[in-house]
């Protein structure tokens, strides 16, 4: 398990995502460099300073969100509505509100909404090296896009051994022994439909308290090891449609060879389920006993549907046993 390191630069965020929220720098752009880095990190906003030791110089600032100058974000978002506030202060107040905003070192300040950039704030911004970017796009949408993008980059990044596919909609993680199937298991429920997302070496990363998502490293996207067919091109041989760039993880499969005994011991009713903890995140987790004669494509698309009703609130097993205890008193009561 490896601790996130990722970090970008305020020209790697335009550079990666100025088209699309159509951002521009129109001031400060000397510190075009200047880092946006995880949370609770020690880490300088300089890209210069990065070696220099400093006392103090660790920070807890959350990444992005709208102005705030008593918990500062590295990103502050000003809309129309933030501006409109800014406008309204007698000039020393302003200036005073100014000079905290800057004191606390923001990566960058992005002016939304559509809405033009003071002059004051350009002149500050020049004065600071503080990056000065404008877009059109509304505050809400911003901040939710950049959240979502920094999220994942920053997040802890873990990799498990199996097969990660999307199966009846949900993310379905398939583990077991090397040598036990999961290649041609993951093959036969492609040819049913199904789509694969990484083999071998999926990564996740937890993008909020519940949610888990998967997704293939590059080096080995589209591709899957068959024992005896050697590495195939899945979205060669299927189509793009047979490809998912990511899924979030909602059940692990394991597969096991249990012999007799084994498989007497599970229970009837509910079968094998139990937690697994995945990056401080429950996720149910299921063994299906492998034997010859079983089919396990089958199995583990039911397992699918399965859990889903279970998401949804519905157990099988618990409405089995309310029908049978109602059987139990309706005789009793004859």
Do not use: W
Not at 208 to 233: H, K, M, Q, S
Request: charged fraction near 20%; proline fraction near 4%; include cysteine.
């Amino acid at each position: 398990m490896t601790e996130a390191a990722n970090r970008i630069t305020v020209d790697q965020l335009l550079l990666q995502h100025g088209d699309r929220l159509e951002l521009t720098c129109v001031a400060g752009k000397s510190g075009i460099n200047r880092l946006i880095v995880p949370e609770k990190t020690g880490a300088p906003a300089d890209l210069e300073a990065e070696t220099m030791s400093r006392e103090g110089a660790t920070t807890e600032k959350s990444v992005v969100g709208y102005l705030n100058l008593i918990h500062p974000h590295q990103i502050q978002i000003i809309g129309g509505v933030e501006l409109k506030y800014i406008d309204s202060l007698r000039d020393i107040t302003r200036h005073d509100a100014i000079k905290q905003l800057f004191q606390h070192e923001p990566a960058c300040i992005i002016i939304s909404d559509n809405q033009r950039a003071p002059a004051f704030l350009k002149r500050k911004c020049n004065e600071y090296n503080v990056p000065l970017i404008l877009t059109p796009v509304a505050s809400t949408k911003l901040t939710e896009s950049l959240h979502y993008y920094l999220a994942t980059l920053f997040a802890e990044i873990i990799t498990i051994h199996g097969v990660f596919m999307e199966i009846m909609a949900i993310g379905v993680l398939i583990t077991g022994p090397s040598g036990i199937g999961k290649s041609e298991l993951a093959l036969e429920l492609i040819t049913r439909g199904h789509r694969l997302v990484a083999d071998d070496a999926p990564q996740f990363s937890r993008l909020a308290p519940e949610i888990i998502n998967g997704t293939c490293p590059d080096a080995l996207r589209d591709f899957l090891e068959v024992r005896g067919l050697g590495i195939i091109n899945i979205r060669r041989l299927y189509g793009n449609t047979a490809i998912k760039n990511n899924k979030y993880l909602r059940l692990i499969v394991r597969l096991e060879p249990l012999d007799k005994q084994q498989m007497i011991s599970i229970d009837r009713l509910e079968g094998s389920y139990r937690a697994k903890i995945i990056l401080d995140t429950e996720i149910p987790e299921i063994t299906i006993p492998v034997a010859p004669g079983r089919n396990l494509a089958v199995l583990l698309e039911c397992a699918a549907r399965n859990h889903s009703l279970r998401m949804s609130g519905y157990n099988a097993s618990t409405e089995f046993i309310n029908n049978q205890q109602q059987i139990i008193e309706q005789s009793s009561g004859g």
